[in-house]
Nanobody, 122 residues
Framework: QVQLVESGGGLVQAGGSLRLSCTAS????????LGWFRQAPGKEREFVAAISRGGVSTTYANSVKGRFTISRDNSRNTVYLQMNSLKPEDTAVYYC???????????????WGQGTQVTVSS
């Protein structure tokens, strides 16, 4: 079992950058694949990015490809989401998630953080 806590959200102007962090406690961090998802008001939770247990393989949603970068530091039990060139449509609550394997589907993740709000103003 693993507990996840996100941080780093906030208010930023369009074109700006933010870096989200998600720190884990509990089980061995390196055995988990990790994902970032987001949910805007009135919308379903959507996939943003995922990274494999060893950090070798990454996957991105088309909407963020080239702007967002997912990375992990297993020595710090932390996964990051570097977000550049932010757009108003990136506004959402961002969640990190963990499970044995990565997936683009929220239903495939057992563990979730509480979320952090990202607001991008135009």
């Amino acid at each position: 079992q693993v507990q996840l806590v996100e941080s780093g959200g906030g208010l930023v102007q369009a074109g700006g950058s933010l870096r989200l962090s998600c720190t884990a406690s509990g089980d061995t961090f390196s055995i988990y694949g990790l994902g970032w998802f987001r949910q805007a008001p009135g919308k379903e939770r959507e996939f943003v990015a995922a990274i494999s247990r060893g950090g070798v393989s990454t996957t991105y949603a088309n909407s963020v490809k080239g702007r967002f970068t997912i990375s992990r530091d297993n020595s710090r039990n932390t996964v990051y989401l570097q977000m550049n060139s932010l757009k108003p449509e990136d506004t959402a609550v961002y969640y990190c998630a963990a499970d044995k394997f990565t997936s683009i589907y929220p239903r495939n993740y057992k563990y979730w953080g509480q979320g952090t709000q990202v607001t991008v103003s135009s």
